[in-house]
């Protein structure tokens, strides 16, 4: 009896800690999913090197600044082009810490850019990488040991200089961890980006944006909002995220997101961002403090003009 028992209790940690490790999947690449307005080619290789330009963008993630070890994560990215423009290559790199677990992704990019007319070009692209997290084994009394799962996705972006519209699926493989009872937790949603920059006044320009997301499963969820730039030096901006769901109770989570971004100088940027999400954890704080900060700063060695993005 002593034996069945413990063979029980083996057999549900072993569940619940693929139902977290599942649920960390997505949450780690959902931490890149969400900073899209900073950085597109998050969810849509085919931005890779529109910017026509080498950038570097590196985010700092944190759920509560006053709380030690809270939920934190850093993410870096570059992109370029080469061959006169015609190709756009990146990278990405994510480093998530959430509650008991680290998660960590590696992704590069590439995507073929064209020219259809004077005013308008669309760009194909692609990404590969790995996703390493944890996963505990009940062979060796639980320990936990690091997993790699292959990351891979498509996506097209077609754009004018006021304009652009991007559709992408940055997850298109279906992951089962040994269960598939539990393979539903890793969620690829397909992506419809709009967006453009428009002149207000001499010098104020307005970026409005507007974000789709389906998935298998869940309501439509709408992102709407924009940005105003004065003088190309300082900027602030409002999104609206409507729809979606949690990933542990499945209900509707709607937040909103403010931003602000200071141009200093041709070369560097810095923002600031908060959001008044709640990270859906097991392991969350209830009565903790509440809303997420995210600091960015972006640098670009030979910039060609304003960077919108």
């Known amino acids: 009896m002593m034996t069945?028992?413990?063979?029980?209790?083996?057999?549900?940690?072993?569940?619940?800690?693929f139902l977290i490790n599942c649920q960390n999947v997505f949450a780690q690449r959902e931490v890149l999913y969400e900073q899209y307005l900073q950085n597109p080619m998050a969810i849509n290789p085919a931005f890779t090197g529109v910017r026509e330009t080498f950038n570097m963008t590196a985010m700092f993630r944190r759920k509560w600044f006053t709380i030690p070890n809270s939920p934190s994560s850093q993410t870096f990215a570059g992109d370029g082009t080469i061959s006169n423009g015609k190709f756009g290559i990146g990278f990405q790199a994510l480093n998530d810490q959430t509650s008991y677990f680290t998660t960590t992704a590696?992704?590069?990019?590439?995507?073929?850019?064209?020219?259809?007319?004077?005013?308008?070009?669309?760009?194909?692209?692609?990404?590969?990488?790995i996703n390493v997290l944890p996963v505990f084994d009940t062979q060796s009394s639980l320990s936990s040991t690091n997993r790699a799962l292959g990351?891979?996705?498509?996506?097209?972006?077609?754009?004018?200089?006021?304009?652009?519209?991007?559709?992408?699926?940055p997850e298109i493989l279906s992951q089962k961890f040994g269960q598939q009872q539990i393979s539903s937790?890793?969620?690829?949603?397909?992506?419809?980006?709009?967006?453009?920059?428009?002149?207000?006044?001499?010098d104020v320009k307005l970026?409005?944006?507007?974000?789709?997301?389906?998935?298998k499963d869940y309501k439509?969820?709408?992102?709407?909002?924009?940005?105003?730039?004065?003088?190309?030096?300082?900027?602030?901006?409002?999104?609206?995220?409507?729809?979606?769901?949690?990933?542990?109770?499945g209900q509707h989570i709607n937040y909103l997101q403010l931003s602000a971004e200071a141009q200093l100088g041709k070369n560097v940027r810095l923002g600031y961002f908060y959001s008044t999400r709640q990270i859906?954890?097991?392991y969350s704080v209830s009565n903790g403090p509440k809303?997420?900060?995210?600091?960015?700063?972006?640098?670009?060695?030979?910039?060609?003009?304003?960077?919108?993005?």
């Not at 992704?107 to 990488?129: C, E, H, M, T, V």
């Not at 990351?151 to 699926?169: M, N, T, Y």
């Not at 995210?294 to 910039?303: D, G, I, Q, R, T």
Request: with cysteine; hydrophobic share 45%.
């Open 106 to 129: 590696f992704s590069a990019s590439f995507a073929y850019r064209l020219g259809i007319n004077d005013n308008w070009k669309l760009a194909l692209g692609g990404q590969g990488g």
């Open 151 to 169: 990351s891979f996705g498509l996506g097209a972006w077609l754009h004018s200089d006021d304009f652009f519209i991007g559709v992408s699926k």
């Open 4 to 17: 069945n028992f413990r063979n029980g209790i083996l057999s549900c940690l072993l569940i619940i800690s």
């Open 185 to 202: 937790y890793y969620r690829r949603p397909l992506y419809i980006m709009l967006g453009g920059s428009y002149d207000l006044a001499e």
């Open 291 to 309: 809303g997420i900060h995210e600091l960015m700063l972006k640098f670009v060695p030979n910039p060609n003009g304003f960077q919108k993005y």
């Open 207 to 215: 970026l409005p944006n507007l974000l789709f997301v389906q998935e």
């Open 280 to 282: 859906e954890q097991i």
């Open 220 to 249: 439509l969820r709408v992102d709407f909002g924009g940005r105003f730039w004065f003088n190309e030096k300082v900027g602030i901006g409002a999104t609206y995220h409507l729809g979606g769901a949690s990933m542990l109770v």
